[in-house]
């Protein structure tokens, strides 16, 4: 199985969102991450769905998105080369002594303390997976209270040949 991330051009309207999700876990897939907002033309949204997957399976479900009213275009972005991020809050728990310790490594990756409470810190990342998945790893040992992800966005390169 593959990871694919789709990218999903619909028109920004009632139910799209429940028609095109039910239609990818009516064939099986599971929905790993799904992001949805308006574009430039706010009469349209991109969703970007990332979904395992084998190529033959996924090439049915694009068919069949494509078939629905309300989509407008469809990109495989995992057959060129994108760009792809993902929002995410993680509340750490902190001591006087590992508060320090905490702030360091959200530094090293570039994150933001968003918040500091007597015995947590929230901490804010923007990222590509490779990224996230390192935050949440060195965090872990002191304790995670709780973690907000937006899912991956993803948009691609200029100039990258994207196929549908």
Known sequence: ????????LVENKFGVLARISGLIAGRGFNIDS?????????????MTIVVDGDNKV??????QLNRLVDVISIQDLTRGEYLERELILAKVSVTAKTRPEVVDIARTLQAEVADVGVKTLTVV????????????????????REVVRTGRVAIGRDGAANAG
């Open 1 to 8: 199985m593959t990871k694919h991330i789709l990218s999903v």
């Open 34 to 46: 799904l992001a949805v907002g308006e574009t430039e033309d706010p009469t349209v949204s991109r």
């Open 58 to 63: 996924l090439e049915q479900v694009k068919k």
């Open 125 to 144: 990342l923007v990222g590509n997976t490779t990224k996230v998945k390192t935050l949440l790893d060195l965090m872990a040992p002191y304790g995670l």
